[in-house]
């Protein structure tokens, strides 16, 4: 249906759309995408390999056919500071032989054959919509392998594609990492250590982070799971502190080592000054009877980096005043540091969405976005096509499906998803944020779009 406002809504996706202002917050979320509305949102095996994949000493198998495998492949930008078997895509590859008599025995020989040739420190196999249908049994075949193996952990995630949305992935990958947790030694840990989760590292973002911990004085235990390590996990339930990032992804995590370990969590997020400030101002705080210093050392480090950073803001910050952003990304999270970035820039948010937002996530959004912003949830090319048209955008801020939606309409893009090959965390990364808007909004390009040139 057409909206007033001229936006192209099908009728049964209008309680996941809420536009600010115009009715008290009440909106739908966490359900199953509209049949062939072609949603942005990814399968349950996507949202499984999204948080494992960056395990970098893992060996990473795919039970299904290669299709499903054919997006891990290089493809993204989770850097490791050592082993790299991560980049590698393994794939059963299920024929229709498989399919008809059982993949188990494929998969069997797959692992023997790969574990032999990598040595990897753990395996992960995931299964596909195909192996649910079939009924594959990857427990017993991970089982199986893994006493064979002296014991290596070989992990089945249960991450059948079709069983439900990315969210069912997340909770896959936490399920199967859990079974790493507890089983390494604690020893020589800090009393002021933290893991962090929901971290992918992209373009070494992870390693800002530490750094800026280190400086601090907080260990870091485990990276979970961008640059991360099987060791590390085995033994993360030895630290102080998890800071929980990316929540939908691994919260979930979180929240079994508090029940199981006792290990408790802070949320955080590492984007925009705001949020980076506040982080390790949350992590001082909670260590500031360990260590007294501590707040005295954060609020330092937190000065230094902003007085290098805020002059560069201001002349961006010239050219961007007005310009209106949109924003539809995988997790709520970016989106909130998204909002308040812009806002730093001059900028205004005028669409907000995400694929995996809960109640909570699209409550607090609504609390933070201005007047007249559309806040959206699971939503389609169709539909984010007109918010965008509608809303007159300069800037879409997106992953790899929302690219060609930009580009076609002729709005600038920026790329904030798991291929990006430039660092957008932390003070430093705030200015490679700012440096690419303002590269992206300014392009003399759009000047020569047909939409555009109607308009002036
Ligand atoms: S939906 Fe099923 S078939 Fe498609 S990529 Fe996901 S697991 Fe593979």
Known sequence: MMTAAGSVIFEERKSQI???????????????????????RACVFCGSRVVLYPIADALHLVHGP???AAYTWDIRGALSS?????????????????????????????LIELIDR????????????????????????????????????VLPVQSEGFKGNKREGYSAAC??????????????????????????????????????????????????????????????????L???QCSGATMELAQMMKESYGVPFLRVSYFGVEDMAQALYDVAAFFKDRDREIVGRTRALVKDELLKLYPALQEFKKDLCGKKAAIY??????????????????????LVGSQTGTDQDYRELHEITDRGTIIVDDSNPLELSSFLKEKECDVFVGGVKERPIAYKLGVGFCDHNHERKQPLEGFVGMLNFAKEIHSSVMSPVWRFVPRRKARN
């Open 329 to 350: 990304v995988g997790g709520a999270f970016k989106a909130f540091s998204l909002v308040k970035a812009f806002r730093l820039l001059g900028m205004k948010v005028v």
């Open 175 to 240: 399920k199967a990492m859990f079974r790493l947790v507890g089983t390494g030694g604690t020893e020589g840990i800090s009393p002021l250590s933290v893991n962090i989760l929901g971290d992918f590292n992209l373009a070494g973002e992870l390693w800002i982070v530490r750094e800026y911990l280190a400086r601090i004085g907080v260990e870091t235990v485990a990276n979970i799971t961008g640059d991360g390590r099987v060791e590390d996990i085995m033994r993360a339930h030895g630290a102080a």
């Open 242 to 244: 998890n800071l929980v």
């Open 18 to 40: 809420h536009r600010k202002g115009e009715k008290p917050f009440d909106m739908n979320c966490n359900r199953e995408s509209l049949a062939g509305a072609v949603s942005q």
């Open 66 to 68: 290669i299709g499903c």
């Open 82 to 110: 050592g082993p790299a078997l991560h980049r590698m895509s393994f794939s059963t590859d299920l024929q229709e032989r498989d399919i008809i008599f059982g993949g188990e025995e494929k998969l069997y020989r797959a």
């Open 118 to 153: 990598h040595r990897p420190r753990a395996a992960f196999v995931y299964s596909t919509c195909i192996v649910g249908i079939i009924g594959d049994d990857l427990e017993a075949v991970c089982r199986r392998v893994s006493a064979e193996k002296d014991g290596i952990p």
